[in-house]
């Protein structure tokens, strides 16, 4: 089954995209946000659970910084990272050749913060035009159910049953470097990390150029043209 054929199934897909050596180097970069959690952009929002390190936690992440928003802001290597051509790939075959970007931010997951936010659809809370979205979420750890992994309720976005049954839920269990596209309007939860380890996801939103945003958007570089006809607007 080719990956439009499960995505329009399932609502979402699981690819195994980045190298171990990539993640390695994701991970350097989130560090060096998060291990002395001070922004150096009035638009780059790193949100922590504590002002003081923690000496109960995994030393990865000693303030439990839980949220990063606009992570594109925070250099150069942040910025390239949105433009992935092998993320982009997906998302076109997803969405078609004319691709926007939408916003970028990372969810952390220290040791035992719980999770709260519930069941939920993204385009709920970013309404757009058309139900055009799809999320990458890039996971720099291996995640199960006990690692504070996303809950997915296949074939949801197709139906509007707000909240699963115990048995239609999937938790996401995968290698770091693999990347879930999940369609806007698929349901899906976070869940709390119950092991000893911090676990990271870096999240990328894209849409397609024909969407509108109906709600504001004061998210770093929304709307920005990935690509056209299928081609990076930068090689035309």
Known sequence: MNNTAAFERDGYLVADIFSDNEVA??????????????SKHPRLHINAASDKPLPQLDPYNPYAVWKIVNTPLAGDDWYALI??????????????????????????????LKAEEGWHRDLDTDQHTRPELVTALIYLDDMDAEAGTTLIWPGSHRHREPEPEHHEVVPIQTRPGAVLF??????????????????????HEYKSAQTVELTPNDAAFGDLPMRRGGRNLSLL
């Open 83 to 112: 433009h992935d051509d092998r993320i982009l790939d997906v998302v076109g075959e997803l969405l078609g050749p004319d691709i926007n970007f939408h916003m970028g931010f990372a969810r952390l997951r220290p040791t035992g």
């Open 182 to 203: 999940l369609h806007c309007l698929t349901v899906h939860r976070a869940s709390t990390n119950m092991t000893a380890r911090h676990r990271s996801i870096l999240i």
């Open 25 to 38: 180097e994701m991970k350097k970069m989130l560090s060096g946000l998060i291990d002395t959690p001070v």
